[in-house]
Nanobody, 121 residues
Framework: QLQLVESGGGLVQPGGSLRLSCAASGKGLNDFAIGWFRQAPGKGREGVACIQRNIDVTDYKQSVLGRFTAFRDKDGKMVYLQMNRLKDEDTGVYYC??????????????WGNGTQVTVSS
């Protein structure tokens, strides 16, 4: 059973940076596609980035392209989301999730509990 735990959230001013971490236990992450999702207050959950399973390709939501970078470590135990030039609209609870499919979908096999990111001056 794969378990995911996010960390690294917090309060940051617009234009600032945060790095979120997602730690895996139970299984390694190299056999999964890994997604970062977020849910803003009063809105549905949306995909932010997806590290595909078997190829070195990461897909991004258009609004974060060029500002966010998702990557996994070589050991397959950690996944990260580096967020730069943060905006107010990036506020939300951020989740990492994993699936054995090649790419991410809204329905993933495993989810973490989320970490809060608040962008505010």
């Amino acid at each position: 059973q794969l378990q995911l735990v996010e960390s690294g959230g917090g309060l940051v001013q617009p234009g600032g940076s945060l790095r979120l971490s997602c730690a895996a236990s139970g299984k390694g992450l190299n056999d999964f596609a890994i997604g970062w999702f977020r849910q803003a207050p009063g809105k549905g959950r949306e995909g932010v980035a997806c590290i595909q399973r078997n190829i070195d390709v990461t897909d991004y939501k258009q609004s974060v392209l060029g500002r966010f970078t998702a990557f996994r470590d070589k050991d397959g135990k950690m996944v990260y989301l580096q967020m730069n030039r943060l905006k107010d609209e990036d506020t939300g609870v951020y989740y990492c999730a994993a699936t054995r499919e090649e790419v991410c979908y809204s329905v993933m096999d495993y989810w973490g509990n989320g970490t809060q990111v608040t962008v505010s001056s």
